[in-house]
DNA sequence: ATGTTAATTTGTAATCGTTACAATTTTATA
DNA sequence: TATAAAATTGTAACGATTACAAATTAACAT
């Protein structure tokens, strides 16, 4: 679903946003990357390419971000906030052994929460902790 | 599910963990308490009756408690951990509004997520964000 | 173009939750 | 009662995040 953002400039400005260079590199960043970055993350790996970077603006642009709607916030562990540019409602793995989080697809709805059955829900959030596969393979 | 534990000292030891004055009531208040609270709020709340009590004792205790299994840590928001006795699968939702943090039931497994079949899980986690119904009520 | 204002970025300092660590107190044991 | 072990405590340190003011960049009117 996030396939058919191909101007990155074009999706902010309609989010209204606008296109800075620092908010474009770090919104593609996020896009390209599958391993829900934290902060530190994005910073180390764009401060490569743009030297003057602070990381108050990766701060700030993230939060940016969220507000308007466009990135989602994964809080897995405690100190450990995580970024992802998909805002659709998806789960998280989180494997204990290589610390990766990888994405998982699941269906909310059909769980029938009778004890909220009023309530206004704005998000969802599932995550799981445990072994990955590759993991158990090699613990074998 | 809790109403079982009718002594907190036999529970502790049947736990492996020495039941000190604090210890039980720290333990004990989490037992009493709907709020899923934080370090800060059990805390301030002990420290009137334990006034030697140190915030460092809070997180030592809070640490043995989920390292043995008997309490869980909750993770909604970023900088507020908070503590649950109740261990069993749940969700928790978090009003915007109000900011209290409630409980729900449901059955996670009719879920059927094929993503990860092969995991081992461990900890399973779902929290929803919104408004509760109360809030929306006054809210008209 | 040029000057002026607004928006963005940046760096430093402050804040807050949590942990490290050593000293003190309490508990268990010989 | 003496000694060792465990638990508690207080202070300092740490790391993630935010506050804030200065500097830079962009926008916009003259």
Do not use: W
Not at 107 to 136: A, M, P, T, W
């Amino acid at each position: 679903m996030l396939g058919k953002i191909t101007n990155v400039g074009e999706f902010l400005k309609s989010n209204d946003i606008k296109p800075s260079y620092q908010r474009m590199r770090i919104f593609e960043y996020l896009l390209g990357s599958k391993d829900h970055p934290t902060v530190d993350m994005i910073y180390k790996e764009l401060i490569g390419e743009i030297p003057t970077l602070s990381k108050t603006t990766v701060y700030n642009t993230l939060n940016l971000f969220v507000e308007h709607g466009i990135v989602s916030r994964i809080t897995i562990e405690e100190n450990e906030t995580r970024y992802d540019a998909d805002t659709a409602v998806h789960g998280h793995f989180k494997c204990e052994k290589c610390e990766k989080v990888l994405d998982f697809v699941t269906d909310l709805s059909v769980l029938n929460i009778q004890d909220i059955k009023e309530f206004q829900i704005n998000q969802q959030h599932l995550y799981f902790r445990g072994i990955c596969s590759d993991c158990l393979k090699k613990g074998e």
